[in-house]
C-alpha cells in the first residue's frame, strides 16, 4: 500500500457535482492498493498514521497526531499511486489492485483507521471520478509505502 498524506485546513470530495464529504483540520489520505497488499499492511499503515506527528505543538513544532489535535481524515482511493513511468510516456497501472482484491482493501483500511486514531474517518467512493479540493497546511505532504516501511 501506498500513501500521500496531506495535513489539511479543510478538504472535499465531490462526485457528480455534488459535495460527497468534507473535513476540516486533519489529512487527507490518497491511497493506493496492490495486488500483494495484505491486512498486515492494513495494519502496519493505520498505527504509522495514527501515530504521525505533523500537528503543531504550543511552540509551533509539528509534534502532535491527528488523535492529538482531535483531528478529521478523508481517505480517497487512488490506484495512480502505483503508476509505472518506466517505459515511455503513457503511465501503466499493471501494479495497481483490481477492484475484486482492491474495494475490500479500501473499506477496511477505512474501518482500521478510524479505529485506531478515534478521529472521525470519511471517504470518497472507490473507482467513482472524483474532483477533490485541499487546502494543504503547512504545506505538509508526506508519502509511506507499507513495503519499505517508510
Not at 4 to 18: F, G, L, R, W, Y
Not at 34 to 54: N, Y
Not at 110 to 129: D, M, P, Q, V
Amino acid at each position: 500500500m501506498r500513501v500521500i498524506i496531506q495535513k489539511t485546513a479543510k478538504a472535499s470530495v465531490t462526485i457528480d457535482n455534488e459535495e460527497k464529504d468534507a473535513i476540516g483540520k486533519g489529512m487527507l489520505v490518497l491511497l493506493g492498493i496492490e495486488d500483494a497488499d495484505t491486512r498486515e499492511d492494513i495494519d502496519w499503515l493505520a498505527g504509522k498514521i495514527s501515530r504521525l506527528r505533523i500537528f503543531n505543538d504550543e511552540n509551533g513544532v509539528m509534534n502532535k497526531s491527528v488523535q492529538d489535535v482531535g483531528g478529521e481524515i478523508m481517505v480517497i482511493s487512488q490506484f495512480t499511486l502505483h503508476a509505472s513511468t518506466k517505459k515511455g510516456n503513457r503511465p501503466s497501472y499493471i501494479r495497481a489492485a483490481k477492484p475484486d482484491h482492491a474495494v475490500p482493501m479500501y473499506e477496511a483500511f477505512i474501518k482500521a483507521l478510524e479505529e485506531e486514531t478515534g478521529c472521525r474517518t470519511c471517504s470518497g467512493e472507490f473507482g467513482a471520478y472524483m474532483q477533490v479540493s485541499l487546502t494543504n497546511d503547512g504545506p505538509v505532504t508526506i508519502m509511506i509505502d507499507s513495503k519499505n516501511k517508510e
